[in-house]
């Protein structure tokens, strides 16, 4: 099983680039597949074309409140593990042709924590060992994935913006995975659409990751966006998409 994590200032283009390393993977033939929407956008299952609330899905963090919160007390004999895995495979996993889907979500009720994430982690980790591959889009901090979601990755994406904010970014989030002993085989920096491309050199030096390459700027990408599109649907030769293979062919995963 291999964990793939997209990580960078809002509106770099994590969720576009999951989206895209999707498409990758669907047409590599990579199964089974899952895909994990962790930014509070919420804006990935959009991007794949899917609908939750459409096909009766909840959050994890909906789930979570739902079981542990509002119903309250204990049943006895189900341990909180699996309790929500339970509700995770029942209510919160969508199962669609080439892929799985589960959202995190944003309702979260901060100060009653220890129980449902430790609950919530052991939980996911028995779900996604069902998996191949897992690629969660998630947001800046790392020590939320590491809380709640997982604490051993395989890859770590982080993708860039022209600005000087996105390379202290990497500093932080490379600082934070060590304090709280996240594993991970793999720091990667990628030039995301707005990204300068002759930066990526000086981006690679400066801060001493493999620098995977640069996502194109598409007008094709921000139309579908914008209208809601699965980019799924994107052409084969389109031009970002072709740029976020070339990246996947850089990281070994595909060959051709
Ligand atoms: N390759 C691209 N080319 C052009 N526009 C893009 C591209 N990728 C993303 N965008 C646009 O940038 C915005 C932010 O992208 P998104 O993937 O949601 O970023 P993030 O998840 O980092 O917040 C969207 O409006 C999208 O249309
Ligand atoms: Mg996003």
Known sequence: ??????IGRGGTGKSSFTALMAKCFIEAGFAPLLLVDADPDQNLAEMLGLDL???????MAELIVDTFIEKGGTTVGVSPTERIESRLLAN????????????????WVEGCYCMPNSALKAALESVTKNYQYVLIDSPAGLEHLNRRIASKVNDIFDILDHS???LDHVKRAYH??????????????IGGYR?????????????????LGKIVADEQVDD????GKSLLDLPSDNAAFASVKAIMKATGYIHQ
Do not use: R
């Not at 609330?53 to 959050?59: D, I, S, V």
């Not at 934070?176 to 920096?189: C, P």
């Not at 579908?224 to 209208?227: C, F, G, M, T």
């Open 1 to 6: 099983m291999k964990t793939l994590v997209t």
């Open 53 to 59: 609330k459409e096909a009766g899905k909840a959050t």
């Open 92 to 107: 919160g996993l969508y199962e669609g042709e080439h892929f799985d889907f589960m959202s995190v979500g944003t309702k």
């Open 164 to 166: 000087k904010k996105s």
């Open 176 to 189: 934070i995975a060590k304090e709280v002993d996240m594993e991970f085989d793999n720091f990667y920096l």
């Open 195 to 211: 990204f300068p491309a002759e930066l990526g050199s000086k981006a690679e030096a400066d801060l001493k990751f493999k620098y």
């Open 224 to 227: 579908y966006v914008l209208n």
